[in-house]
Protein backbone atom coordinates (compact mmCIF):
# COMPACT_ATOMS: atom_id res chain seq x y z
CA UNK A 1 0.00 0.00 0.00
CA UNK A 2 2.99 2.15 0.53
CA UNK A 3 4.16 4.60 3.03
CA UNK A 4 0.79 6.09 4.34
CA UNK A 5 2.56 7.08 7.32
CA UNK A 6 3.60 10.87 6.49
CA UNK A 7 3.23 14.43 7.10
CA UNK A 8 1.34 15.95 3.86
CA UNK A 9 2.47 18.18 1.69
CA UNK A 10 1.70 21.04 -0.14
CA UNK A 11 -0.10 20.43 -3.37
CA UNK A 12 0.98 21.10 -6.68
CA UNK A 13 -0.31 20.89 -10.48
CA UNK A 14 1.48 17.79 -11.36
CA UNK A 15 1.42 15.42 -8.81
CA UNK A 16 -0.38 14.00 -5.43
CA UNK A 17 -3.58 11.91 -4.86
CA UNK A 18 -6.24 10.52 -6.42
CA UNK A 19 -7.76 13.00 -9.49
CA UNK A 20 -11.05 15.04 -9.10
CA UNK A 21 -12.82 17.06 -10.64
CA UNK A 22 -11.66 19.99 -9.57
CA UNK A 23 -8.17 19.18 -10.42
CA UNK A 24 -6.90 20.91 -13.53
CA UNK A 25 -6.09 19.58 -16.79
CA UNK A 26 -2.90 18.47 -17.62
CA UNK A 27 -1.73 19.86 -21.10
CA UNK A 28 0.78 18.85 -23.88
CA UNK A 29 0.37 16.39 -26.46
CA UNK A 30 -0.38 12.93 -26.70
CA UNK A 31 2.18 10.56 -25.52
CA UNK A 32 2.99 7.79 -27.39
CA UNK A 33 2.17 4.11 -26.15
CA UNK A 34 1.15 3.45 -22.42
CA UNK A 35 2.88 6.16 -19.98
CA UNK A 36 4.30 4.32 -17.07
CA UNK A 37 3.55 0.58 -18.59
CA UNK A 38 6.94 -1.45 -18.76
CA UNK A 39 8.10 -2.25 -22.08
CA UNK A 40 7.09 -5.78 -22.25
CA UNK A 41 3.95 -5.74 -21.20
CA UNK A 42 3.53 -2.80 -23.67
CA UNK A 43 5.36 -4.97 -26.59
CA UNK A 44 2.81 -8.22 -25.36
CA UNK A 45 -0.44 -6.20 -25.94
CA UNK A 46 0.64 -4.72 -28.71
CA UNK A 47 1.34 -8.40 -30.49
CA UNK A 48 -1.95 -8.96 -29.38
CA UNK A 49 -3.76 -6.37 -30.94
CA UNK A 50 -1.95 -7.61 -34.46
CA UNK A 51 -3.10 -11.22 -33.74
CA UNK A 52 -6.93 -9.49 -33.28
CA UNK A 53 -6.80 -7.43 -36.65
CA UNK A 54 -5.16 -10.33 -38.34
CA UNK A 55 -7.71 -12.45 -36.85
CA UNK A 56 -10.43 -10.22 -38.02
CA UNK A 57 -8.92 -10.16 -41.46
CA UNK A 58 -9.23 -13.88 -41.51
CA UNK A 59 -12.76 -14.21 -40.15
CA UNK A 60 -13.87 -11.51 -42.51
CA UNK A 61 -12.42 -13.35 -45.98
CA UNK A 62 -14.22 -16.47 -44.80
CA UNK A 63 -17.27 -14.73 -44.45
CA UNK A 64 -16.86 -13.49 -47.68
CA UNK A 65 -15.55 -17.03 -49.31
CA UNK A 66 -18.69 -18.01 -47.63
CA UNK A 67 -20.94 -15.69 -49.72
CA UNK A 68 -20.25 -15.28 -52.59
CA UNK A 69 -19.36 -19.33 -53.39
CA UNK A 70 -15.68 -18.34 -54.02
CA UNK A 71 -12.29 -21.16 -52.83
CA UNK A 72 -11.62 -24.07 -53.05
CA UNK A 73 -11.49 -25.40 -49.49
CA UNK A 74 -13.75 -28.11 -48.66
CA UNK A 75 -16.86 -27.35 -46.60
CA UNK A 76 -15.70 -29.70 -43.36
CA UNK A 77 -11.76 -28.02 -43.69
CA UNK A 78 -13.51 -24.48 -43.88
CA UNK A 79 -15.39 -25.55 -41.03
CA UNK A 80 -12.74 -26.51 -39.06
CA UNK A 81 -10.18 -23.44 -39.64
CA UNK A 82 -13.10 -21.18 -38.76
CA UNK A 83 -13.34 -23.02 -35.67
CA UNK A 84 -9.73 -22.26 -34.55
CA UNK A 85 -10.37 -19.12 -35.66
CA UNK A 86 -12.60 -18.43 -33.34
CA UNK A 87 -11.43 -20.53 -30.67
CA UNK A 88 -7.93 -18.57 -31.17
CA UNK A 89 -9.84 -15.21 -31.08
CA UNK A 90 -11.89 -16.21 -27.83
CA UNK A 91 -8.57 -16.76 -26.10
CA UNK A 92 -6.58 -13.80 -26.93
CA UNK A 93 -9.94 -12.00 -25.88
CA UNK A 94 -10.25 -13.75 -22.83
CA UNK A 95 -6.70 -12.79 -21.91
CA UNK A 96 -6.94 -9.48 -22.82
CA UNK A 97 -9.91 -9.19 -20.11
CA UNK A 98 -8.54 -11.09 -17.62
CA UNK A 99 -6.84 -9.59 -14.68
CA UNK A 100 -3.64 -11.48 -14.95
CA UNK A 101 -0.93 -9.56 -16.67
CA UNK A 102 2.42 -11.29 -17.94
CA UNK A 103 4.74 -11.20 -15.50
CA UNK A 104 6.91 -7.81 -15.25
CA UNK A 105 10.31 -8.70 -14.77
CA UNK A 106 10.93 -5.74 -12.98
CA UNK A 107 8.23 -5.99 -10.68
CA UNK A 108 8.97 -8.07 -7.26
CA UNK A 109 6.84 -11.25 -7.02
CA UNK A 110 3.76 -11.48 -5.02
CA UNK A 111 3.92 -12.41 -1.64
CA UNK A 112 1.31 -15.28 -0.61
CA UNK A 113 -1.02 -13.69 2.69
CA UNK A 114 -0.33 -15.31 5.98
CA UNK A 115 -3.86 -16.76 7.46
CA UNK A 116 -2.73 -16.57 10.98
CA UNK A 117 -0.80 -12.87 10.48
CA UNK A 118 -4.12 -9.90 11.09
CA UNK A 119 -4.72 -8.33 7.59
CA UNK A 120 -4.33 -4.46 7.58
CA UNK A 121 -5.22 -1.99 5.14
CA UNK A 122 -0.91 -0.33 5.34
CA UNK A 123 0.78 0.70 8.39
CA UNK A 124 -1.19 1.90 11.31
CA UNK A 125 -1.56 5.54 11.18
CA UNK A 126 -1.67 7.99 14.32
CA UNK A 127 -2.21 11.32 15.35
CA UNK A 128 -3.96 11.91 11.72
CA UNK A 129 -6.23 14.47 13.44
CA UNK A 130 -3.38 16.22 14.29
CA UNK A 131 -1.27 16.21 11.01
CA UNK A 132 -4.52 17.18 9.04
CA UNK A 133 -5.01 20.53 11.05
CA UNK A 134 -1.70 21.49 10.51
CA UNK A 135 -1.90 20.74 7.20
CA UNK A 136 -5.21 23.02 6.22
CA UNK A 137 -3.60 25.78 8.44
CA UNK A 138 -0.19 25.38 6.07
CA UNK A 139 -3.00 24.96 2.42
CA UNK A 140 -5.56 27.89 2.94
CA UNK A 141 -6.32 27.56 -1.21
CA UNK A 142 -7.12 23.63 -0.08
CA UNK A 143 -10.22 24.62 2.38
CA UNK A 144 -12.16 21.57 4.20
CA UNK A 145 -15.11 24.06 4.13
CA UNK A 146 -17.00 25.85 1.05
CA UNK A 147 -18.72 28.61 1.35
CA UNK A 148 -20.07 27.47 4.75
CA UNK A 149 -20.63 23.90 3.37
CA UNK A 150 -18.15 20.86 4.31
CA UNK A 151 -16.55 19.84 1.52
CA UNK A 152 -17.63 16.07 0.02
CA UNK A 153 -15.91 13.57 -2.25
CA UNK A 154 -18.21 11.44 -3.49
CA UNK A 155 -16.32 7.98 -5.13
CA UNK A 156 -17.88 5.01 -6.71
CA UNK A 157 -16.40 2.93 -8.92
CA UNK A 158 -16.44 -0.73 -11.30
CA UNK A 159 -14.21 -2.90 -11.68
CA UNK A 160 -11.16 -2.99 -14.20
CA UNK A 161 -12.63 -4.80 -16.60
CA UNK A 162 -15.27 -4.37 -19.20
CA UNK A 163 -18.94 -5.70 -17.99
CA UNK A 164 -19.67 -9.42 -18.75
CA UNK A 165 -22.41 -8.13 -21.50
CA UNK A 166 -22.17 -4.63 -23.72
CA UNK A 167 -25.55 -3.35 -22.28
CA UNK A 168 -23.98 -3.60 -18.38
CA UNK A 169 -21.16 -1.32 -19.96
CA UNK A 170 -23.95 1.12 -21.03
CA UNK A 171 -25.87 1.02 -18.00
CA UNK A 172 -22.40 1.81 -16.25
CA UNK A 173 -22.34 5.01 -18.37
CA UNK A 174 -25.73 5.84 -17.50
CA UNK A 175 -25.03 5.32 -13.80
CA UNK A 176 -21.82 7.47 -13.54
CA UNK A 177 -23.55 10.16 -15.71
CA UNK A 178 -26.35 10.69 -13.49
CA UNK A 179 -23.85 10.81 -9.94
CA UNK A 180 -22.24 13.50 -12.04
CA UNK A 181 -25.20 15.49 -12.61
CA UNK A 182 -25.95 15.20 -8.86
CA UNK A 183 -22.34 16.26 -7.70
CA UNK A 184 -22.13 19.08 -10.24
CA UNK A 185 -25.41 20.84 -8.97
CA UNK A 186 -24.14 20.51 -5.79
CA UNK A 187 -20.62 21.60 -5.73
CA UNK A 188 -19.61 18.14 -4.61
CA UNK A 189 -16.06 16.66 -6.27
CA UNK A 190 -15.92 12.94 -7.73
CA UNK A 191 -13.71 10.29 -7.99
CA UNK A 192 -14.31 7.36 -10.19
CA UNK A 193 -12.16 4.16 -9.58
CA UNK A 194 -11.48 1.33 -12.07
CA UNK A 195 -8.53 0.16 -10.24
CA UNK A 196 -8.16 -2.62 -7.29
CA UNK A 197 -5.56 -0.88 -4.87
CA UNK A 198 -5.40 -4.41 -2.98
CA UNK A 199 -5.02 -7.53 -4.50
CA UNK A 200 -6.37 -9.60 -1.83
CA UNK A 201 -9.70 -6.68 -0.93
CA UNK A 202 -11.40 -7.38 -4.37
CA UNK A 203 -15.08 -7.12 -5.59
CA UNK A 204 -17.11 -5.31 -2.78
CA UNK A 205 -14.65 -4.95 -0.45
CA UNK A 206 -12.16 -2.29 -2.90
CA UNK A 207 -13.86 0.21 -1.29
CA UNK A 208 -12.05 -0.13 2.15
CA UNK A 209 -8.41 0.57 0.71
CA UNK A 210 -9.67 3.52 -1.76
CA UNK A 211 -11.67 4.93 0.78
CA UNK A 212 -8.51 5.08 2.90
CA UNK A 213 -6.41 6.13 0.57
CA UNK A 214 -8.45 9.31 -0.73
CA UNK A 215 -8.58 10.29 3.13
CA UNK A 216 -4.59 10.31 3.22
CA UNK A 217 -4.33 11.55 -0.25
CA UNK A 218 -7.39 14.80 0.11
CA UNK A 219 -6.99 16.08 3.94
CA UNK A 220 -8.68 18.78 2.71
CA UNK A 221 -12.21 16.97 2.03
CA UNK A 222 -14.11 16.79 5.10
CA UNK A 223 -16.20 13.55 4.35
CA UNK A 224 -15.67 10.66 2.05
CA UNK A 225 -19.03 9.45 0.49
CA UNK A 226 -18.98 5.99 -1.23
CA UNK A 227 -21.84 5.21 -3.77
CA UNK A 228 -21.73 1.52 -5.53
CA UNK A 229 -21.84 2.05 -9.14
CA UNK A 230 -25.55 0.32 -9.15
CA UNK A 231 -27.09 3.45 -7.11
CA UNK A 232 -28.71 6.27 -8.96
CA UNK A 233 -29.65 9.86 -7.18
CA UNK A 234 -33.55 10.08 -8.32
CA UNK A 235 -34.15 13.21 -5.98
CA UNK A 236 -31.88 15.92 -7.67
CA UNK A 237 -32.53 18.66 -5.41
CA UNK A 238 -32.14 17.28 -1.92
CA UNK A 239 -28.85 17.57 -0.17
CA UNK A 240 -27.60 15.39 3.16
CA UNK A 241 -28.00 17.89 6.13
CA UNK A 242 -24.34 17.20 7.42
CA UNK A 243 -25.28 19.63 9.99
CA UNK A 244 -27.06 16.88 11.46
CA UNK A 245 -24.06 14.72 11.94
CA UNK A 246 -21.59 17.02 13.60
CA UNK A 247 -21.03 14.60 16.51
CA UNK A 248 -20.69 11.52 14.53
CA UNK A 249 -18.09 10.05 11.77
CA UNK A 250 -20.16 7.33 10.25
CA UNK A 251 -23.25 7.61 8.63
CA UNK A 252 -25.11 4.83 7.01
CA UNK A 253 -28.77 3.80 5.93
CA UNK A 254 -29.67 1.80 9.32
CA UNK A 255 -32.40 0.69 11.24
CA UNK A 256 -31.97 0.45 14.83
CA UNK A 257 -34.39 -2.20 15.94
CA UNK A 258 -33.30 -4.67 12.80
CA UNK A 259 -29.84 -3.88 14.26
CA UNK A 260 -29.68 -4.68 17.78
CA UNK A 261 -33.03 -6.37 18.79
CA UNK A 262 -33.11 -8.72 16.10
CA UNK A 263 -29.19 -8.84 14.44
CA UNK A 264 -30.38 -8.93 10.81
CA UNK A 265 -27.50 -9.18 8.42
CA UNK A 266 -29.47 -5.91 6.55
CA UNK A 267 -29.79 -3.94 9.21
CA UNK A 268 -27.51 -1.34 7.49
CA UNK A 269 -26.80 -1.11 4.03
CA UNK A 270 -22.94 -0.33 2.46
CA UNK A 271 -24.00 0.72 -0.93
CA UNK A 272 -24.18 4.51 0.29
CA UNK A 273 -22.73 6.24 3.13
CA UNK A 274 -20.51 8.66 4.87
CA UNK A 275 -17.20 8.73 6.02
CA UNK A 276 -15.87 11.61 8.18
CA UNK A 277 -12.08 12.25 7.39
CA UNK A 278 -9.95 11.69 11.09
CA UNK A 279 -8.03 9.26 12.74
CA UNK A 280 -11.82 7.42 13.89
CA UNK A 281 -12.57 6.79 10.59
CA UNK A 282 -9.25 5.27 9.83
CA UNK A 283 -9.27 3.02 12.57
CA UNK A 284 -12.51 1.50 12.04
CA UNK A 285 -11.40 1.00 8.23
CA UNK A 286 -8.29 -0.95 10.63
CA UNK A 287 -11.08 -3.23 12.12
CA UNK A 288 -13.37 -3.85 9.49
CA UNK A 289 -10.67 -5.21 6.99
CA UNK A 290 -9.38 -8.59 8.14
CA UNK A 291 -12.38 -10.38 7.41
CA UNK A 292 -11.89 -8.93 3.66
CA UNK A 293 -8.73 -11.20 1.96
CA UNK A 294 -10.08 -13.20 -0.59
CA UNK A 295 -9.89 -17.39 -0.25
CA UNK A 296 -9.43 -18.67 2.87
CA UNK A 297 -10.02 -15.94 5.41
CA UNK A 298 -12.74 -14.35 3.92
CA UNK A 299 -14.70 -17.84 3.70
CA UNK A 300 -13.88 -18.71 7.59
CA UNK A 301 -15.52 -15.67 8.76
CA UNK A 302 -18.53 -16.06 6.67
CA UNK A 303 -19.51 -19.17 8.76
CA UNK A 304 -18.52 -16.72 11.28
CA UNK A 305 -20.90 -14.07 9.95
CA UNK A 306 -23.78 -16.62 9.24
CA UNK A 307 -23.84 -17.94 12.31
CA UNK A 308 -24.10 -14.82 14.06
CA UNK A 309 -26.50 -12.55 11.86
CA UNK A 310 -30.42 -13.26 11.59
CA UNK A 311 -31.19 -14.48 7.91
CA UNK A 312 -28.00 -14.40 6.40
CA UNK A 313 -26.83 -17.05 3.56
CA UNK A 314 -23.91 -19.60 3.73
CA UNK A 315 -21.70 -17.62 1.77
CA UNK A 316 -18.13 -15.60 1.77
CA UNK A 317 -17.83 -12.85 3.76
CA UNK A 318 -19.03 -9.50 2.74
CA UNK A 319 -18.68 -6.04 4.07
CA UNK A 320 -21.91 -5.55 4.42
CA UNK A 321 -22.17 -8.12 6.97
CA UNK A 322 -18.61 -7.69 8.38
CA UNK A 323 -19.31 -4.45 9.30
CA UNK A 324 -22.87 -4.84 11.16
CA UNK A 325 -21.18 -8.23 12.89
CA UNK A 326 -17.85 -5.00 14.32
CA UNK A 327 -20.69 -2.36 15.51
CA UNK A 328 -22.47 -5.26 17.55
CA UNK A 329 -19.73 -7.05 18.66
CA UNK A 330 -18.14 -3.78 19.72
CA UNK A 331 -20.33 -1.65 20.16
CA UNK A 332 -19.10 0.69 23.05
CA UNK A 333 -16.05 1.32 20.93
CA UNK A 334 -17.61 2.38 17.54
CA UNK A 335 -21.71 3.03 17.84
CA UNK A 336 -21.48 6.64 19.86
CA UNK A 337 -19.87 8.07 16.76
CA UNK A 338 -22.16 6.11 14.19
CA UNK A 339 -25.52 7.66 12.76
CA UNK A 340 -27.96 5.03 11.47
CA UNK A 341 -29.99 7.68 8.83
CA UNK A 342 -33.79 5.96 8.01
CA UNK A 343 -35.50 9.72 7.84
CA UNK A 344 -34.81 10.05 4.33
CA UNK A 345 -33.48 7.17 1.47
CA UNK A 346 -29.44 8.03 1.26
CA UNK A 347 -29.98 3.93 0.48
CA UNK A 348 -33.52 2.82 -1.17
CA UNK A 349 -34.17 -0.34 -2.39
CA UNK A 350 -35.08 -0.31 -5.89
CA UNK A 351 -38.04 -2.93 -5.99
CA UNK A 352 -40.28 -0.87 -4.14
CA UNK A 353 -39.73 2.08 -5.81
CA UNK A 354 -39.18 2.26 -9.59
CA UNK A 355 -43.41 1.31 -10.05
CA UNK A 356 -44.26 4.14 -8.32
CA UNK A 357 -42.10 7.24 -9.86
CA UNK A 358 -45.50 8.43 -12.19
CA UNK A 359 -47.12 8.60 -8.37
CA UNK A 360 -44.66 10.22 -7.01
CA UNK A 361 -44.28 12.78 -10.05
CA UNK A 362 -48.07 13.64 -9.93
CA UNK A 363 -48.18 14.02 -5.92
CA UNK A 364 -45.06 14.82 -4.43
CA UNK A 365 -41.84 17.51 -5.46
CA UNK A 366 -38.14 16.92 -5.73
CA UNK A 367 -36.67 17.80 -2.92
CA UNK A 368 -37.95 15.42 0.11
CA UNK A 369 -35.65 13.05 -0.10
CA UNK A 370 -37.63 9.89 1.53
CA UNK A 371 -40.51 7.71 0.40
CA UNK A 372 -42.27 10.34 -1.19
CA UNK A 373 -39.87 10.98 -3.12
CA UNK A 374 -36.73 8.87 -2.68
CA UNK A 375 -33.33 10.68 -2.69
CA UNK A 376 -31.24 7.40 -3.66
CA UNK A 377 -32.49 4.42 -5.63
CA UNK A 378 -29.98 1.12 -5.50
CA UNK A 379 -30.04 -1.76 -7.56
CA UNK A 380 -29.78 -4.27 -4.89
CA UNK A 381 -28.96 -7.97 -6.24
CA UNK A 382 -29.33 -6.99 -10.12
CA UNK A 383 -25.57 -6.71 -11.47
CA UNK A 384 -25.84 -4.86 -14.49
CA UNK A 385 -22.40 -5.90 -15.49
CA UNK A 386 -22.10 -9.23 -14.51
CA UNK A 387 -23.18 -12.14 -15.73
CA UNK A 388 -25.73 -12.84 -12.80
CA UNK A 389 -27.99 -11.80 -10.35
CA UNK A 390 -30.52 -12.19 -8.07
CA UNK A 391 -33.40 -10.56 -10.32
CA UNK A 392 -34.02 -11.20 -14.42
CA UNK A 393 -31.78 -8.87 -16.48
CA UNK A 394 -34.64 -7.60 -18.30
CA UNK A 395 -36.27 -6.32 -14.96
CA UNK A 396 -33.31 -4.79 -14.13
CA UNK A 397 -32.40 -2.93 -16.64
CA UNK A 398 -35.77 -1.59 -17.48
CA UNK A 399 -36.04 -0.39 -13.58
CA UNK A 400 -32.23 1.05 -14.02
CA UNK A 401 -34.15 3.26 -16.90
CA UNK A 402 -36.89 4.49 -15.38
CA UNK A 403 -34.71 5.41 -12.46
CA UNK A 404 -32.34 7.07 -14.49
CA UNK A 405 -35.41 9.13 -16.43
CA UNK A 406 -36.95 9.51 -13.58
CA UNK A 407 -33.36 11.51 -12.14
CA UNK A 408 -33.03 12.92 -15.83
CA UNK A 409 -35.92 14.81 -16.31
CA UNK A 410 -34.97 16.96 -12.91
CA UNK A 411 -32.12 17.95 -15.06
CA UNK A 412 -33.47 18.12 -18.35
CA UNK A 413 -36.27 20.81 -17.07
CA UNK A 414 -33.76 23.50 -16.63
CA UNK A 415 -33.15 23.42 -20.75
CA UNK A 416 -36.33 23.01 -21.70
CA UNK A 417 -36.87 19.38 -22.07
CA UNK A 418 -37.92 16.14 -20.58
CA UNK A 419 -38.24 12.51 -21.57
CA UNK A 420 -41.23 11.43 -23.40
CA UNK A 421 -41.50 8.46 -21.10
CA UNK A 422 -39.77 6.92 -18.23
CA UNK A 423 -38.16 3.79 -20.77
CA UNK A 424 -37.02 5.28 -23.69
CA UNK A 425 -34.26 7.66 -24.71
CA UNK A 426 -36.22 10.14 -26.58
CA UNK A 427 -36.97 13.64 -25.41
CA UNK A 428 -39.47 16.33 -25.71
CA UNK A 429 -39.53 20.24 -25.65
CA UNK A 430 -41.71 21.02 -23.03
CA UNK A 431 -41.10 24.99 -23.31
CA UNK A 432 -40.52 27.40 -25.85
CA UNK A 433 -37.51 29.55 -26.17
CA UNK A 434 -37.70 33.14 -24.67
CA UNK A 435 -35.77 36.26 -24.75
CA UNK A 436 -35.53 36.65 -21.30
CA UNK A 437 -34.00 33.20 -20.30
CA UNK A 438 -32.81 34.52 -16.78
CA UNK A 439 -36.26 34.43 -15.99
CA UNK A 440 -36.43 30.90 -16.35
CA UNK A 441 -33.05 30.10 -14.53
CA UNK A 442 -34.13 32.11 -11.36
CA UNK A 443 -37.44 30.15 -11.30
CA UNK A 444 -36.20 26.65 -12.32
CA UNK A 445 -32.29 26.20 -11.27
CA UNK A 446 -32.06 23.51 -8.69
CA UNK A 447 -28.51 24.80 -8.28
CA UNK A 448 -27.66 26.30 -4.79
CA UNK A 449 -25.94 29.70 -4.72
CA UNK A 450 -22.03 29.47 -4.00
CA UNK A 451 -21.95 33.15 -2.21
CA UNK A 452 -19.61 33.35 1.19
CA UNK A 453 -16.56 32.41 1.64
CA UNK A 454 -14.28 29.57 1.84
CA UNK A 455 -12.21 28.59 5.09
CA UNK A 456 -10.77 25.82 6.90
CA UNK A 457 -12.49 24.20 10.01
CA UNK A 458 -11.24 21.61 12.59
Same mark, same amino acid.
Given at each position: ???D???????????GG???T?N?A??GG????F??????????K???N???T??C???????L???I?????????????????????????A???? *? !?DP??? $???? %????????T &???GPK??????Q??V??????E????V????????V?G???NP??????????L??????????????IEI???????D?????Y??KL?????LM???P???????? *? !????FT $??VF %??P????D? &??LV??G?????????SWI??N??S?????????L???D????M??K????E?????????????P??E??D??????L??????QW???VF?E????????????V?????M????H?G?G?ER??F????V??K??????????E??????????????N?V?K??G?????????NI??IR????????IV???????S??G??????
Open positions: MGQNFTPQKRSSTGLPTNATGRTRGPGMPRGRQIHTFNIKIILGFVTILVRGTGVGNLGSSEAEVVNQNLIEETNRILEIRS *D !STDP $DEPP %ETEINPNI &YTLMSGWDQRKWLSQNPFPNFNGKARILLTSPPCDNAIGDHYLKAIKNKIDYCRLHGVYNMAHLRELAGWAPLIRRLSHEVEWIWWM *D !SDAF $DM %EILSKYK &YNVHYPDLMFEQKALTGFLFRNCQWSDLLAWAPGPGLIREAGKVLTANLKGRAFADQSALIYLLSQKDMDKLNQYYLHGYWAGLDRYEEMEKYPLDWPVTHFGCPCGSYGDYPVRCLRSMQRAFNFADQLLYFRHRGLLGPKRNETVTPLEDQLDIRHAHKSESQS
